[in-house]
C-alpha cells in the first residue's frame, strides 16, 4: 500500500489497495450494506405483518457483489437463486423494485406479484425469472450458454436472435444443499461436455435449512467430488473477503470468455440469519456455532478493514449506513403504497397472449390438397419436422438416439438410427449435427436445456424417447417449462415441443412401455397437450405446435405409427390443425363417443358392429385435449343425449372423468342416460398379450358400452 497523504487532518487512503480504488471499495461497501439492510427491511415488514414471506441473503453479500461486478447486466446472462440479492443489486436491480416484490406488487418486475420475494427476474437486466425449486435453473442456465454455441454453430441464427455476444457469459449459483440434486450433476455434465461458458457459482453456507454439509455430501466437500469433470476451471475462495472473491471471479469469468469451458467457484460463506424467519435456526445450531460464524460476518469484516486501512472513518461509513438506511426506507413506502394486481388479471399470461394457436390463423385444414402416396404418421411426422426446420433456422431437434449418427465421420457409412421408431431418420444429414443431435440418457437434462435455449429465442422440438420415461422431466415440465410465463408475468417464455410416444397396444411393451397417464399433464395451465389419431392430423397439428408460442406436449402413439388405416398423402408445407377443433369421423343420431388416441379407431369398429345391431353412434376425435372443443362435444351431445367417453388411460381419475363430468354439469337437460366412461382397468400393462388385452379397453369393451347406455 502507498504512503497515505494527509488531507483535512487526519491521514487519507493510498489511491489503491489490493488493485481497488478508494471508490470501488466504498461502492463494494455500500452494495453489501445496501443487501443486508434490505434483508432488515423486509424482516421488519414481515414482524408488521406488511410482507409475507422473507427469506435473505446475508453472509453472502461478498461474493455476490464481486460476481455482479465482473459480469455484464444485459450482455451476459444470469440464473440466480434466492440468495442472490447482492448480485442483483449490483447488475442494476434496486431496492424499491425488490421491495415491490416483498409486498407483492403489481409493479414488481420480478414477477409482477406472482411470486414470493427474492424469486429473481428482470427483463432489461438478463436475469431469467426464478423459481423455489432448489436446482432447477442448472439445466435451464446450460441450455441459454448452449443457446449461443448452436448461434455460433448455426450462421442464419445471427440474424434471428436477438441479444447475443461472442464473448458472453452465463452465470448460474447454487446453494451447498443444492449440489445433492441430480440435476446439478446433469447440468456440470453437459457444460464440461460442450465446453460452455457457464461460471458455477457454489455458495456454500454449510446448511441446506437444517441439514449441515458433511449429512448432505460425501466427504462434506463438493470440490473434491467434481475434481473428475473436464474442461472445468475449479477455484475455491472464502465468499466472504470481498477481496479474495472479486480476484476469483475475474479468473473464472474471463476463462469463460476466452472460450476454455465453464468455470466453478466454490465460496465459502456464512449464514448470520435462519433459513428464513418460517425457520429458527436456534433449533439445532448451538451458540457457539453461531457466535463463530458471526466473527466472519463480511459487512463487519469489510467495515473494520476500509477504517483499519485508512479508506474511510467510522463517522464516514455511518454517514453511508444513513444514507442507505433513507433510501430503503423512502422505496419502502412507495412499495406500500404500491398497489397489487387486479384479481381479474390472475390468468392473464397463463398462454401466449399475442399467438392464438386456437385460431383461424392456424386452420389451414379446409380444401388442402393432399399429394404424393399415402404415408404413416411416422412418415408425414418426419416430413413435417423436415419442412419446418427449412423454414424455421431456430428450430433445433434433440433427444435420445434421434441422431442419424452422433460420430459423423461414419455418417456415410451406417444407415443411421433418426430414432427408436425412425421418426427422426435423415434430419441429421440434411440439417447438421449443429441443429440435430443426441442428448444423454437424462430426460430433465433435454427438458431443462430446452427451457434455456426457448428462452434465448431458439425454438427446441424435443424427443422424450417413452412415455413411461418422463417423469424425470416432470419437475421441469410442471415447476418450470409450464410455469415460465406466467409466474414472470409474460416477461419470459419458453415454447418448447416435447414429443412423446405413448400408449400400449404393442404385443411386449408391458408396464414401462405402454403407460398412458395423460390426465396429469391435462391439468398443468400453461401447457398444450396434443393427441393425434392418425398421419394426416399428425402433420398438421405438430406444424401447429411448432409454430405457436407455447409448451406443448406432443403425443405420437407408438401403437398408430405404422398403421395402414390412419395414413395419408402428403398436405401442403403451410397445413395446419388448430388446437381445440375436434373432428367428427363418423356421424350419428343415437349416441355420441368422445374419444382420442388409438380408441378412435376401436369406437370406429365398434360403432359399425353397433350399426348391424340398429344403433347409430357418432364419433367425435378430440385431437387436442388441452384444450379440447366443447362446442363439438356439446353439439354433437344435444343431437343424441346419450354419451360414452372413451380412453386409453386408467378410468379413475381419468382424463374422462373431466369431460364426463362437464357433460353432466353443462348439458344435463340434453340427456337421456348417465354418461359412460370407457378406460382400462386400474392397473398396469402386463407383458403377456393375454393379460394386456383384459388390461386396456377393446372394440368389445365400447360395444358394450354402447348397448348398456341405448337401452338405458
Known amino acids: ?239 466472504t473477503d470481498p477481496i479474495a472473491s472479486l480476484q476469483t471471479m475475474r479468473r473464472a469469468v474471463d476463462n469463460c470468455r476466452k472460450g476454455r469451458g465453464p468455470s466453478f467457484v466454490h465460496a465459502k460463506v456464512i449464514r448470520p440469519y435462519s433459513h428464513s424467519l418460517s425457520d429458527d435456526e436456534k433449533l439445532y445450531r448451538c451458540e457457539a456455532e453461531r457466535v463463530e460464524d458471526a466473527e466472519h460476518d463480511p459487512l463487519k469484516r469489510f467495515g473494520a478493514l476500509l477504517v483499519e486501512e485508512g479508506v474511510a472513518s467510522q463517522d464516514e461509513l455511518q454517514q453511508l449506513k444513513d444514507e442507505v438506511d433513507r433510501e430503503i426506507n423512502e422505496a419502502a413506502d412507495v412499495a406500500l403504497a404500491s398497489p397489487q394486481p387486479a384479481p381479474e388479471t390472475a390468468t392473464d399470461f397463463v398462454y401466449s397472449p399475442t399467438v392464438d394457436p386456437t385460431s383461424p390463423e392456424f386452420d389451414t385444414e379446409e380444401k388442402a390438397e393432399l399429394s404424393g402416396n399415402p404415408g404413416t404418421m411416422v412418415d408425414l411426422i418426419n416430413r413435417c419436422l423436415h419442412t419446418e426446420m ?71 422440438v424435443v424427443e422424450i424417447q417413452f412415455f413411461d420415461y418422463i417423469w424425470p422431466a416432470f419437475h421441469q415440465i410442471r415447476n418450470e417449462l409450464a410455469l415460465m410465463r406466467w409466474r414472470s408475468g409474460n416477461e419470459f417464455s419458453a415454447p418448447v415441443v416435447m414429443r412423446v410416444p405413448v400408449g400400449g397396444y404393442l404385443k411386449g411393451g408391458a408396464i414401462y412401455h405402454s403407460q398412458s397417464g395423460t390426465s396429469l399433464f391435462t391439468q398443468i395451465p400453461g401447457l398444450r ?70 380408441l378412435v379407431q376401436r369406437s370406429l369398429v365398434a360403432a359399425k358392429q353397433a350399426e348391424q345391431q340398429g344403433i347409430s353412434v357418432e364419433v367425435i376425435d378430440l385431437r387436442s385435449l388441452s384444450p379440447y372443443d366443447w362446442n363439438a362435444i356439446a353439439e354433437s351431445v344435444k343431437k343424441t343425449s346419450r354419451a360414452i367417453v372413451a380412453h386409453e388411460d386408467s378410468l379413475s381419475f381419468g382424463y374422462g372423468a373431466e369431460i364426463a363430468a362437464r357433460i353432466s354439469d353443462g348439458l344435463f337437460e340434453h340427456l337421456d342416460a348417465p354418461v359412460r366412461r370407457v378406460g382400462a382397468l386400474d392397473t398396469f400393462v402386463g407383458y403377456a398379450p393375454q393379460l394386456e388385452d383384459a388390461i386396456l379397453p377393446q372394440v368389445a369393451d365400447v360395444l358394450q358400452a354402447i348397448g348398456e347406455l341405448r337401452a338405458y
Open 529 to 598: 397437450v396434443v393427441y393425434p389419431s392418425n398421419a394426416l392430423d399428425a402433420n398438421g397439428l405438430l406444424r401447429t405446435s411448432i409454430r405457436c408460442d407455447d409448451p406443448v406436449l406432443f403425443l405420437e402413439h407408438k401403437h398408430l405409427y405404422r398403421q395402414t388405416y390412419n395414413k395419408s398423402a402428403y398436405p401442403p408445407d403451410h397445413f395446419m390443425i388448430p388446437f381445440g377443433k375436434a373432428k367428427r369421423v363418423r356421424e350419428g343420431t343415437d349416441l355420441s363417443i368422445i374419444t382420442y388416441g388409438a
Open 1 to 239: 500500500m502507498k504512503a497515505p497523504a494527509v488531507v483535512n487532518g487526519r491521514e487519507a487512503a493510498a489511491d489503491t489497495f489490493n488493485g481497488f480504488t478508494r471508490d470501488e471499495l466504498l461502492q463494494v461497501y455500500r452494495r453489501m450494506l445496501t443487501s443486508r439492510k434490505l434483508d432488515d427491511k423486509e424482516i421488519q415488514l414481515k414482524h408488521q405483518s406488511q410482507v409475507f414471506f422473507q427469506i435473505s441473503g446475508a453472509g453472502h453479500e461478498a461474493i455476490l457483489v464481486a460476481a455482479g461486478m465482473t459480469l455484464k447486466p444485459a450482455y451476459d446472462w444470469f440464473y440466480p437463486y434466492y440468495r442472490d440479492r447482492a448480485l442483483c443489486l449490483e447488475l442494476g436491480m434496486t431496492p424499491l423494485e425488490m421491495l415491490l416484490q416483498s409486498v407483492g406488487a403489481e409493479a414488481d418486475p420480478n414477477s409482477h406479484g406472482r411470486q414470493m420475494p427474492s424469486h429473481w427476474g428482470h427483463k432489461k437486466l438478463n436475469i431469467v425469472s426464478q423459481s423455489s425449486p432448489t436446482g432447477t435453473q442448472l439445466l435451464q442456465a446450460v441450455g441459454c450458454a448452449e443457446a449461443g454455441y448452436r448461434i455460433k454453430l448455426i450462421p442464419e441464427l445471427k440474424k434471428r436472435v436477438k441479444n447475443f455476444h461472442n464473448d458472453e457469459v452465463v452465470y448460474v449459483s447454487l446453494g451447498d444443499g443444492t449440489s445433492s440434486e441430480g440435476e446439478f450433476w446433469e447440468a456440470l455434465n453437459t457444460a464440461c461436455n460442450l465446453k460452455l461458458p457457464v461460471v458455477f457459482l457454489l455458495e456454500d453456507n454449510g446448511y441446506a435449512i437444517s441439514v449441515p454439509v458433511e449429512v448432505q455430501t460425501a466427504g462434506g466437500d463438493v470440490s473434491r467430488l467434481i475434481s473428475g469433470f473436464p474442461n472445468l476451471y475449479r477455484q475455491r475462495c472464502d465468499g
Open 390 to 460: 427449412k423454414r424455421d433456422p431456430r428450430i433445433l431437434i434433440f433427444g435420445e438416439d434421434i441422431a442419424d449418427c452422433s460420430r459423423e465421420e461414419s455418417l456415410d457409412l451406417v444407415k443411421g438410427k433418426g430414432g427408436v421408431f425412425k421418426v427422426t431418420a435423415n434430419l441429421q444429414r440434411d440439417f447438421g449435427s449443429a441443429r440435430v443431435f443426441n442428448s444423454p440418457l437424462a430426460e430433465a437434462n433435454i427438458v431443462g436445456r430446452a427451457i434455456g435455449m426457448a428462452t434465448r429465442g431458439l425454438k427446441p
